[in-house]
């Protein structure tokens, strides 16, 4: 009989056991007494101690617990736009409900930001990682970009925005949704932390500013361009409209 290799324990500070990561060496290791936020320091400690540009993958068995290390990561790590959140639906498979606009938004930011390199750790749960992703291919040819001082005709910029599912509302309150008023488009992309206002003189596009979603008002922060991904996750226009029909009945 072969003989079976134990699994050795021993005790050792967290200063010991981050040693061989920053090192680079590979394989298992099992950390236990990782109590309270103890475990959100010791990634930070793992995410300064980095020097491959490698991501750190973060599985936590529920939403709550998810969202509790995201907060704490982005604490001890200082820098939160490193640290990216990924939420599973909170609906069943077949439950005739939507997922949450805003679920949807942090969801596709986090897509987005994967797609151009961006961040350093993904927090995420079990379930999320189970769920089907829009593709990274479909995802690309849905960027809309707009710059300051750019052209582009407000119907087809409508028309684009309803393409990438995004919703026409009275008041910009929410992520994914946009409301005209005049030459001004208002617009939640999912990526930003407040909305945009879209200032327009015929079909240029002069300013774009933030502006606070509750008083309305416009802030001092001036954006020089805007990239825009979906809002939602099942595009339902265009061409994958059309894929969608005819994938449907052929199910």
Same mark, same amino acid.
């Given at each position: 009989?072969?003989?079976t ?7 050792c ?5 981050l040693?061989?990561f920053?090192a ?5 290791? $099992?950390?236990? *007494? ?8 010791f990634?930070?400690?793992l995410?300064?101690r980095?020097?491959r540009? =490698?991501?750190?993958l973060?599985v936590?068995?529920?939403?709550? =617990?998810?969202?509790r ?14 640290? %990216?959140?990924?939420?599973?639906w909170e @609906? =069943? ?8 606009? /805003?679920?949807e938004a942090t969801?596709?930011?986090?897509l987005?930001?994967?797609?151009k ?6 927090? @995420? @749960?079990?379930k999320?990682?189970?769920q089907?992703?829009?593709?990274r ?11 300051? *001082?750019?052209e ?7 028309q ?5 599912g995004?919703?026409?509302?009275a008041?910009?309150?929410? #992520? ?5 008023r ?7 992309p999912p990526m930003?932390e407040?909305?945009v ?6 079909? =240029? ?8 979603p509750?008083?309305? #008002? ?5 954006? %020089?361009?805007l990239?825009?991904?979906?809002? #939602? /996750? ?7 409209? $059309?894929t969608f @029909? ?6």
């Open positions: 009989m072969p003989a290799t134990e699994p050795r324990i021993q005790q500070t967290l200063s010991g056991v040693a061989p920053a680079g060496i590979s394989g298992r290791t $099992e950390i236990l *007494g990782l109590n309270g936020s103890s475990d959100a320091w990634a930070a400690e995410l300064a980095n020097k540009d =490698e991501y750190l973060v936590a068995s529920s939403q709550a =617990e998810a969202q290390f995201y907060r704490a990561l982005c604490f001890f790590h200082g820098r939160q736009a490193d640290i %990216l959140f990924f939420p599973h @609906t =069943e498979p077949y439950a005739p409900l939507s997922p949450h606009p /805003e679920i969801r596709l930011a986090t987005a930001s994967l797609a390199g961006r961040g350093k750790a993904i927090v @995420t @749960t079990v999320a990682l189970q089907k992703v829009i593709p291919k479909t995802l690309d040819s849905l960027q809309l970009q707009l710059e300051v *001082g750019g582009i005709p407000r119907d087809a910029l409508l684009g925005l309803s393409a990438l995004y919703q026409r509302v008041l910009v309150e929410d #992520r994914g949704s946009f409301a005209v005049g030459d001004l488009v208002d617009l939640f930003l407040q909305p206002r879209l200032a327009f003189f015929g079909d =240029e596009l002069e300013e774009l500013r933030s502006f606070d509750v008083s309305q #008002r416009s802030t001092d922060r001036h954006l %020089l361009r990239e825009l991904a979906p809002a #939602r /996750e099942m595009i339902l226009a265009g061409s994958h409209l $059309e @029909t005819r994938k449907f009945k052929e199910r």
